[in-house]
């Protein structure tokens, strides 16, 4: 039941990562020298020396590449071979496959080519059956737009009418029949064939529909009490404070509720997971069954022409050389692409003279540590570079061999990025690299990963795990969220912008804790204290970890006896009945009677009475998070965020 990532996956990213790194240093290894490489890089005193000292001993090496592979070129022979593939899995029924691969031949396909219109056509047609009306239509206009046969443009009409009248869109769909109509006048068909066609289509329209029309309003997503005015990405309950032993953190300014929204925040980047480069949008993530590619690479996909050209204008024209070039070279892992999208974001906004500007004036900053990261206007804005780039990356608690090798990557991205066209003089270089370090040991400690459900309304995306990452992003006020093994808010992702909710009551002045990666409930002491020592240099004195708590599996088989009251008025007659409505509101959803979310608020209720009845940990407590966060993951498109 529990929200947990494949850690198999991650594990074998991890070790592949391990063996990449020996490149970096075999040489070295080889020579018994290591000793000598690591004393002269300790040696160095500031960050950009260290930069450039790796910088020109990988140079001296041979360890920078000194060109970037081709992207692989659009083929119209090559599209059509694909789609070829896709009409055998179309033609089995096999629609969900079928999609696939008309999507790989509209991402192949030269731009505006009749093969381009053909996989669009073809795309729309599996969209068509699997249900997804409203991306079939768009894929149709797309169609016509560009080469489409006229001779068979009848076909797509005809399309278009069924989708419309199947989403009751009855007096639209009957309006669209002239057009139809005309169209077919263009097919290379016998008269009597037409006449058939036409025929078959109006007795369509007159019949009744046996769909249910879900014309459900979306539920608005607001901040409890609107927004904090210095830090508008979060609820004006909530305050940011600082302390000697935790840092920067938020803190509720009043009693809070489950259930109430505490931040909502877009990512100032972020960076898909290659398994979804093929349906999320390159530019703003959402998915996109739909979309349109890049005009150049084969890779990336958006979800309309405004995404595509903010793509472009900004980062894509420099990445769309680098896709193919980083996924080859050792260690340029995801995570280094999102540090270099980091850097390529905000030169291409501030341009590099004033981003090494910035990165110096900030190396020497004496502000007040919690005042860190807000512009001249007292604001701290999630879009901003200043409160990216003044997020805590740990450098002094690392190894010397792990601040080596990410001086390593950062050596490998500037060779990169000049060979991609970026002009670095010799006197920014140590600056840009010193810069590119820091961010990468930022997105090491910061960077959240964000699930979208495969599952459709009807069916399921092919290659996708349930809760698996399709994207990395850089939030920079939920960074300043610190870790508990028992968190108090839980996140969750609407097309990219990521709203924090309260997943237990918090009381005024405590602090908000998040979770980066392991629960209590899900995994034990000693494996949570080496993942948090590992990758975020710290060790973690919660109460979970302090009192080492049991995971779920053990409070499984805790009887009622075994349960500790708080309080000696609470009625164990009504919690029984509580805990029966939550088994079958759990057994109601894994039927897939409901959704959950008509149990929502009742659910929040009850969790306040078992945080204030019972002490924990215990099994009840975690079924109700837990089934609350599965509703709200599972809804996630029944919720519409208000543009301001």
Known sequence: MFCDTDEVKFMMEYMVKMGDDLFYTECFQKNETMGELYLGFANKHTAEDKFLYTYYLLKKYKKLPVSCVRREPKSDSKARSIRTMGNVKFQSKDYVSALREYNLSVMTAKPDSEDYAYGLANRSAALYYLKEYNDCISDIHHALATNYPASMSFKLYEREIKCLKNMGKISEAKSKFEEFSSHLGFALLPEKKMQDIKIELEKFLDEPNDININADEK??????????????????????????SMGRCLVASSDIHPGDILAIENPYVGVLRKESFEHNCHYCFKRCLSGIPCLKCTLVIYCDETCRTKSHKSIHKYECRLLTA?????????MEHLSLIIFLTSVTKMGLNEYVDAVRAMNVDSTDPIMRGFNAHGKYLSHEFCSTYTLEGNEKLRKVSDMFLRNCYAAVMVSFLTLVGLKIPDHQLGTVGESLVHIICIVSSNAHG????????????ANQKEFMPVASLLLPVLSLLNHHCDP????????????LRAIQPISKNSQLFDNYGKMYATHKKESRQKKLLNQFCFRCECKPCVENWPVYEVLRTQQHSDLIMLTTHTNQDTLKEHESKLRKIILEIGNKNTDGLEYIQYLYDYLEVLHNSIKKPFKEY???QETIKEILYTTSDKFIIPKH
């Open 622 to 624: 975690c079924d109700c």
């Open 219 to 244: 539920i608005g997503i607001k901040l409890l009490g609107g927004p904090n005015k210095n830090i508008p990405a979060l609820s004006k309950h909530v305050n940011l404070k600082y302390s000697e």
């Open 326 to 334: 980083l996924s080859r070279w050792p260690s340029m892992k995801h």
């Open 450 to 461: 964000i699930t979208q459900q495969p599952q459709r309304k009807t069916w399921r995306l």
């Open 488 to 499: 108090n808010v839980v996140r969750h992702n609407y097309n990219g912008t990521i709203v």
